[in-house]
């Protein structure tokens, strides 16, 4: 018992950089703008003053990838995709780190670190197409841009197995406290 006390805090820190490092990851993705697609709050906003206001759908949309490409180069493209593969493979290690703890995590504890690690898998995923995108209209195959979106994709991977391994702890019962 002494042990799993001493543990206690360690996880709960655990859990605060995971949260933490999901929702910078997730903030990063979005502050940055690599999404193919509007953010979703400006395209609720832009449905709702159209079905309320009977506002028209913009004219002129904006083009993401073609906005991100200006001025860029090969090793700054490459260098963003793999800072981001980086950070998205940190994040994984935090939520494995969590879902391996030995001693008991409280449920809603548990739910909060699945929904963290969700939204930055969502981002990644949203990111991952964005520069898919971008490498579409300016990589070649081999090239730095190619092989950082294969590693892009492996992060995303890695990240979805570790919240699948938060939900299964969560859902499995193992090492679940019902509160706290």
Do not use: C
């Amino acid at each position: 018992m002494v042990q799993a006390e001493t543990d206690a805090p360690r996880v709960l820190e655990e859990q605060a950089v995971l949260r933490d490092g999901a929702q910078a990851l997730a903030a990063h993705v979005d502050e940055a703008g690599w999404s193919v697609a509007p953010p979703a709050a400006d395209q609720a906003r832009s449905f709702l003053g159209r079905l309320i206001g009977g506002e028209s759908a913009p004219a002129d949309q904006t083009d993401p990838v073609a906005d991100y490409l200006e001025g860029m180069t090969l090793a700054r493209i490459a260098a963003h995709i793999d800072a981001l593969a980086a950070k998205t493979l940190a994040v994984s290690d935090q939520a494995n780190a969590v879902a391996a703890a030995p001693q008991g995590l409280s449920r809603d504890a548990l739910q909060r670190d699945i929904a963290a690690a969700e939204s930055a898998l969502g981002a990644i995923r949203r990111a991952r197409a964005f520069f898919a995108e971008v490498g579409a209209r300016v990589s070649a195959p081999g090239d730095s841009v190619a092989v950082g979106l294969d590693d892009l994709k492996a992060a995303e991977t890695a990240l979805a197995e570790a919240a699948d391994a938060l939900a299964e702890r969560r859902w499995s019962g193992h090492g679940v406290r019902l509160s706290g």
